[in-house]
């Protein structure tokens, strides 16, 4: 049985530069000694934060600030907060209106106002990365099919998602947060959710081309960072695997071919689509291989000391670009407030229930 290798941080001994690639999960609302200790060892790019880290806003600004503190470099701090039923900090205030009620609505100047929100909302918790917008669109015949979009898309047509998407990053942009275009190449027409399963895309890459990129292609390229999706696409041959571990996909078509210069991620690497096929650190060198530069591993921290074991038993010249583009984007965030402002919470989130309340009608 192989050893893992362990590399600790203590004085005069650094951890491993490819930690720096993972953006990792912590389990509840406040760190263990243990965790604490992981982190430092690890030193993650940074980290993505969900509902169960969230008991109240002062408490979660100080879990964000505490996690940023035992970084020895500025960390990504992010979160989904899209609208609707993907609002993480709805759990301590207002959700948001979902994409779908938006794109009802049709007033393209409403997704900017979100995108505003959105940004004020996240700043003052010392998120300073949203992986949102959902730039897959849901063509009125795929309604019911449970492909994980229901409610999240911003239009019918490519073209309205480039329209509506585009405002809202706008709007969040302005306020100081950058965003993240997702689910490269697509997720429109996945049959099942990848949360559960790998979804088997069949369509043409003339179609692909036509629909699904017209979208990353207008308005991807305004996008501070890009994830790329977990399902597998015969276009680019029958074996091809998960479009987040291929190559010739993250690499080939979305940073040569579409020219794509901003900061390339993974969806979760522990969703089913792809921890029922490959093991953290199968997962984490293939991707990395393929062209990705930030790693999602959003539950188990056991997972993130695998993925980064198995990242520095890698050669220098795999992970080595992949870290220099994640030390640039770094130097490009916003880092966490030192105080919470409680009274300006209250008052976007009373900002962001009358949006909803005037979207619904």
Partial sequence: MRRAVVFLKAEGVKAHPAGQLIVMGVPGPELTDGLRDLIRRVQPGGFIFFTRNMAEA??????????AGLLDHPAIMTVDQEGGRVSRLAVMGERPPSGEDLAKAGRDDWFYEHGRLTG??????????????????????????????????????????VRRAGEFLKGMQEEGVKGTGKHFPGYTFCGIDP????????????????????????????????????????????????????????????????????????????????ANLYGSAEASRQAIRAGEEILLLCHNPACVEIARDAL????????????????????????VPSRFEGKEWVEVNVEIGALRKKVQG
């Avoid at 998120?127 to 019911?144: K, M």
């Avoid at 898309?153 to 490519?158: I, K, M, S, T, V």
């Avoid at 520095?312 to 880092?335: C, H, N």
């Fill in 58 to 67: 002062g408490q979660f600004h100080r879990l964000v600030q505490e996690c």
């Fill in 195 to 274: 949360h559960g399963d790998l979804p088997l895309v069949s369509r043409t890459r003339e179609e692909i081309e036509k629909e699904e990129l017209a979208v990353f292609r207008e308005v991807g390229n305004r996008c501070d960072a890009i994830m790329v999706g977990h399902a597998q696409f015969p276009a680019w041959g029958k074996g091809s695997g998960p479009a987040s571990l291929n190559r010739e996909i993250v690499t080939g078509l979305l940073k040569e071919k579409m020219g794509y210069r901003g900061l390339v991620m993974t969806d979760d690497l522990e969703m089913g689509a792809i």
């Fill in 120 to 161: 004020r909302l996240m700043k003052l918790v010392g998120l300073n990365l949203d992986l949102a917008p959902v730039l897959d669109f849901a063509p009125r015949e795929r309604a019911g099919i449970d492909n994980s979009l229901a409610g999240r898309c911003f239009g019918e047509n490519p073209a309205q998602v």
């Fill in 312 to 335: 520095a038993e890698m050669s220098e010249k795999d992970w080595g670009p992949a870290v220099e583009r994640v030390r640039q984007f770094e130097s490009t965030l916003s880092s």
